[in-house]
């Protein structure tokens, strides 16, 4: 059987095949659990932090306050953006801060699954 014919049957075949489950495959997990949940606040906090800033922006830059209903619209922008700018100055040292204490609750089982895998 030529080349491509064999992959294309190997790979169809594996879609079948019951995955066995490696340390490998445990550590990968443990370490995305570790770190997904920082980068999703990072993500999401930081998105809200420069919408708020921006918003804070609009409202000095134009006339949106007025019609709105805010009578002063240049310091409700100047405080809604400086509120934002804390925001988005904050999401750093915050993730940072998670990702330490999800390295320090699950690092014990990663550096015991690396281990293992490294005397191989």
């Given amino acids: 059987m030529n080349n491509d014919k064999q992959y294309a049957v190997q ?20 370490d995305a659990g570790v770190k997904r949940p920082a980068r999703v606040f ?3 906090f930081g998105s ?3 919408l708020v800033m921006g918003s804070g922006m609009s409202l000095v830059m ?5 019609t709105v209903g805010i009578e ?7 405080v809604t953006g400086i509120v934002g700018m804390a925001m988005v100055l904050v999401n750093y040292p915050i993730y940072k801060a998670i ?3 999800r390295k320090k609750k699950h690092g014990a089982r ?11």
């Fill in 62 to 66: 134009t006339e949106i306050g007025k």
């Fill in 42 to 44: 990072a993500y999401v």
């Fill in 11 to 30: 790979k169809i075949r594996a879609d079948y095949v019951e995955k066995q489950y490696t340390d490998l495959d445990e550590l990968k997990k443990l």
């Fill in 110 to 120: 990663i550096i015991e699954l690396s281990d293992r895998l490294m005397e191989r």
């Fill in 99 to 101: 990702l330490k204490h």
């Fill in 48 to 50: 809200i932090g420069a």
């Fill in 72 to 78: 002063n619209n240049m310091l409700v922008g100047i």
